[in-house]
């Protein structure tokens, strides 16, 4: 009787848990059908709060407006903040924009794409106001764009310059008598250097901080440019880190003044011409984008494929950001027997990933550009294997901050058999019909033959790498290698090089194709891979939110430990991915 007491109450509340979430997923769906039709006031100020994460296309969050648990960190779409940016420079509705950014979440290419999409707004006659109370680099460099920079009296803005810090977990492996099985071509590949070194190599120091010097040097000469001090001036006060408070980012011309946030909407009520005793219109960019169509009319198509990601085999989906190899060779070869779409853009976020996947989307991408112009535009990362994709389209377009190049090949595994054996106490013997065993083993180490195959294999992959970027690029072999060997280039060292064509946006990269296409006059443009049904979205987010937000709570302030441990299990095989991910302060 007690069990089937317990099983009809939890069968009750599972049914009622199941009704309720039905009633609340109806009611939540009913609300959103009906929302009214998205209205702009007159006189109204576009509020683009950019405190988020911004990727390459707008993550639509089916959970967003319900009233369940949705994604825990707010995303923005490049392409559609740009959309909202050139539909209000011409909407008379709109008087300016409030540019209120502390923390944004991106990369310097991507921060100088809306960097510029904000300067070609104010050439309408409008204005960019910039207020927040603190402000990273990242934050300072597109806060810099506007008309005037305000700070709160007790802010903070950082400008000491760009940092690039590696952790290495040498020492941690030792402790765990686990020893990496490490193989590379190219002395600038550094991706294996963390499990093997306690601190960077000389080459990796080099190249990290040429790369940083350059891509500072061009952060120096927009904010130059925009805030009229001089590029050496903005160099002392960098270097000294003369900025240590709000009341000198003033004194030394950063910022215009320091107010608090009353004084600064008042500023905005007679920007728009406002009494102090009425509101500011003030439209949030989600709100303001669901005011207007970018839909255009044409037979003419250029398809915009997005490879935002790490290179994968498999396919991909929405939730993470991960390049399918089979997903994109489908985008890949629709796009080109389309006759409907006349050029296509490669657009690669990406730092590479396994040489494989990277290899089969170069061929469907070397095929399009045989019967279509196929334009590569670069984001914050292009390398490696996102170097892979590029070299083989028609025209590569970058960013001066853009991390590219790394042409070169690792692979790695471990040998836990001193972890396993002496730490857990779990023992492995195997027999074997030759002298090669299991190939990817982490219960011995390899066996001389072994090492030697997988350094035979990686040295044959790497030919194979810059023997294609030597063809697509149009150089010789040799000229391919000097420049090779791993090495990490931001846009302008790679286009001083031979590796990229032109500097621009992705803007740029679009009329190039059209151009090569010949529809420079009649054209639309779309975006691959196409977004999932609205149903498959929803289930599909509920199931990755549960699934991380419990993981989550479980480990806490170790969720991004094991991230990395995550990322590891993707490292197996022939690698073409950059060195790590660059997180640049």
């Not at 070194?197 to 190249?207: F, G, I, P, V, Y």
């Not at 950063?254 to 004084?263: I, N, P, Q, R």
């Not at 490879?307 to 994109?328: H, L, R």
């Amino acid at each position: 009787m007690s069990f089937f007491k317990a099983f009809w109450a939890a069968f009750l509340a599972f049914c009622l848990f199941v009704i309720v979430f039905f009633i609340i997923f109806i009611v939540g769906i009913a609300s959103l059908s009906s929302e009214k039709e998205t209205i702009i006031d007159d006189h109204s100020v576009l509020h683009l709060k950019l405190d988020a994460q911004i990727t390459e296309l707008q993550k639509e969050n089916p959970l967003e407006g319900l009233p369940v648990v949705g994604n825990d960190v707010q995303n923005i779409g490049l392409v559609q903040l740009k959309q909202a940016i050139e539909h209000a420079k011409n909407d008379p509705k709109i008087e300016g924009i409030y540019l209120d950014i502390s923390h944004p979440m991106a990369g310097f290419s991507t921060l100088e794409e809306i960097r510029m999409a904000l300067i070609d707004f104010k050439s309408s006659g409008k204005w960019v106001l910039a207020y927040n109370t603190t402000m990273t680099e990242g934050a300072y460099y597109l806060a810099s764009a506007a008309d005037q920079v305000y700070l709160h009296p007790e802010g903070e803005v950082e400008f000491n310059g760009l940092t690039v810090e590696i952790g290495f977990y040498k020492k941690l492996f030792d402790k765990l008598e686990i020893k990496p099985e490490v193989f590379r071509v190219g002395e600038f590949k550094s991706a294996v250097e963390p499990f093997i070194l306690e601190k960077m190599s000389d080459a990796n120091r080099l190249q990290l901080t040429e790369l940083v010097n350059s891509i500072y040097g061009h952060v120096i000469d927009r904010i130059a440019e925009t805030r009229k001090i001089s590029k050496d001036r903005l160099k002392e006060i960098s270097d000294k880190m003369l900025v240590r408070n709000a009341r000198l980012a003033n004194e030394l011309g950063l910022v215009d003044s320091l107010l608090y946030d009353d004084e600064f909407q008042s500023i905005l009520k007679q920007r728009v011409g406002l009494n102090d005793d009425q509101s500011v219109s003030l439209v949030k960019y989600n709100k303001y984008r669901k005011s207007f169509s970018t839909y255009k009319s044409s037979k003419n198509e250029v398809a915009v494929i997005v490879a935002d990601g790490t290179i994968m085999p498999g396919t991909s989906n929405q939730t993470d950001q991960v390049i399918g190899a089979d997903t994109y060779v489908k985008e890949i070869r629709k796009a080109r027997e389309d006759k409907d779409i006349k050029a296509i853009v490669l657009r690669v976020n990406s730092p590479g990933g396994e040489f494989r996947s990277s290899d089969m989307m170069w061929r469907e991408l070397s095929l399009a550009s045989k019967v279509k112009p196929v334009i590569a535009s670069m984001g914050d990362y292009a390398a490696s294997g996102g170097y892979y994709l590029s070299m083989v389209c028609d025209t590569i377009v970058a960013q001066p901050h853009t991390i590219t190049g790394s042409i070169g090949i690792f692979g790695m595994m471990f040998d836990m058999s001193g972890f396993l054996g002496n730490k857990v106490g779990i023992t492995f013997d195997e027999v074997k019909t030759g002298q090669f065993g299991e190939m990817y083993t982490v219960t011995r180490p390899l066996n001389e033959a072994e090492r030697s195959f997988w350094q035979k294999n990686l040295d044959e992959h790497y030919e194979t790498f810059t023997g294609k970027a030597a063809e697509g690029r149009h150089m010789a072999i040799d000229d391919i290698k000097k420049v090779a060997s791993g090495r990490v280039w931001t846009g302008q060292q790679a286009k001083d090089r031979g590796l990229v064509d032109v500097l621009g946006s992705f803007d740029d990269a679009i009329k190039i194709a059209a151009a090569k296409a010949k529809i420079q006059d009649d054209y639309k443009v779309k975006y691959y891979p196409e977004q999932k049904p609205f149903f498959e979205q929803f289930f599909s987010q509920l199931e990755e939110n549960s699934k991380t937000n419990t993981i989550k709570s479980e480990l806490g302030e170790y969720y991004g430990w094991y991230q990395q441990l995550q990322d590891l299990k993707t490292y197996q095989g022939a690698q073409a991915r950059m060195p790590y991910k660059l997180e640049i302060h």
